[in-house]
């Protein structure tokens, strides 16, 4: 794998993790609301879920690639239609309504629930695997090694790279209020969202096997 692709790979993914969207935002509620041992052990549940996406992206994806050029072609075409769509829903979207309550915090948390409940929260998600198979062909080196190796390469360091961005947001709860209730961060974080969506659409349309 070129270093070049990883490293794209690497700054494409701290970008989107960065993007207010539903999973950095639950985290956020959580660890101001309810501690900040909450939000961590959600994070971990949502990148565990990220895993088994990863996982089931990587084997398919990789067969198709390897056996078939045309349906290959079909699937990236498709992915790059969704990730218009995507950025057309981010263009779409209003900003949300947050209710901070910090009494509802609990100094008894028990782990496993609250891991539980971030991996469902993201295995049932369809949109996080459609979102993968749009994602993850972009950055395969046509000369690289295996291509299932290379995604679950990829997915290793979306997951580290999520761990530590929501780890952060975790750490930084108390502080991001101000600017997470900003109308000018919403629309800064929208627009960015819009282009980097629109950027990386029109990347995968023209990429080649």
């Known amino acids: 794998m070129e270093l070049e692709l990883l490293l794209s790979f690497l700054g494409a993914s701290v970008l989107l993790s960065l993007m207010p969207g539903p999973d950095n935002i639950f985290v956020l509620t959580e660890s101001i609301t309810k501690g900040k041992s909450n939000g961590f052990a959600i994070s971990l549940g949502l990148m565990l879920g990220v895993m088994i996406h990863t996982l089931a992206a990587a084997t398919g994806l990789s067969i198709i690639i390897q056996q078939s050029e045309v349906i290959f072609s079909v699937i990236k075409y498709l992915g790059a239609a969704y990730l218009l769509y995507l950025a057309f829903v981010s263009f779409k ?108 659409a029109i990347t995968l349309a023209f990429s080649s096997k």
Request: charged share 15%; no cysteine; hydrophobic share 50%.
């Open 93 to 200: 979207e209003k900003e949300p309504i947050l209710n901070f309550n910090t009494d509802e915090r609990d100094k008894t948390v028990k782990i496993f629930p609250l891991l539980q409940k971030g991996f469902l929260m993201n295995i049932l998600n369809p949109k996080v695997s459609l979102f993968f198979i749009a994602f993850l062909p972009q950055f395969i080196s046509k000369n690289g090694f295996n291509i299932t190796l290379q995604m679950i390469i990829l997915g290793i360091i979306f997951i580290a790279q999520g761990i530590i961005v929501f780890g952060l947001v975790v750490v930084l709860s108390s502080k991001l209020t101000k600017y997470v209730n900003n109308p000018k961060f919403w629309k800064t974080t929208k627009w960015s969202k819009v282009i980097i969506l629109s950027v990386l």
